[in-house]
């Protein structure tokens, strides 16, 4: 049982920037492909990026793609995500996940935290 606690969330003007951090609690959190999603009041829960376990492959969603850099530090259990130029519209709880692949569907994977809450003001 893979446990992902996410922090670094909290309320930035449009345009700053955040770090969310999220650290696992297995040892072998390098097996594991890990994502974040996010999801906005009243709707779905949205890919926002993917890294594979040596990080040699990434993939992001359109709306993010050349704002939000994902990262992961197998070292420290540690997957990052940068979230530069912020816009309103990226206001949601942010969550992370884990799975040996590397989907886009939160269907997809079976272990999640509990979310961190990123609200970008206008």
């Known amino acids: 049982q893979v446990q992902l606690v996410e922090s670094g969330g909290g309320l930035v003007q449009a345009g700053g920037s955040l770090r969310l951090s999220c650290t696992a609690s297995?040892?072998?959190?390098?097996?594991?492909?890990m994502a974040w999603f996010r999801q906005a009041p009243g709707k779905e829960r949205d890919f926002v990026a993917v890294?594979?376990?040596?990080?040699?492959?990434?993939n992001y969603a359109d709306s993010v793609k050349g704002r939000f850099t994902i990262s992961r530090d197998n070292a420290k259990n540690t997957v990052y995500l940068q979230m530069d130029s912020l816009k309103p519209e990226d206001t949601a709880v942010y969550y992370c996940?884990?799975?040996?692949?590397?989907?886009?569907?939160?269907?997809?994977?079976?272990?999640w935290g509990q979310g961190t809450q990123v609200t970008v003001s206008s």
């Open positions: 996940a884990a799975d040996s692949g590397v989907g886009t569907k939160a269907y997809e994977y079976d272990y």
């Open positions: 297995e040892r072998t959190f390098s097996n594991y492909a």
């Open positions: 890294i594979s376990w040596n990080a040699a492959y990434t």
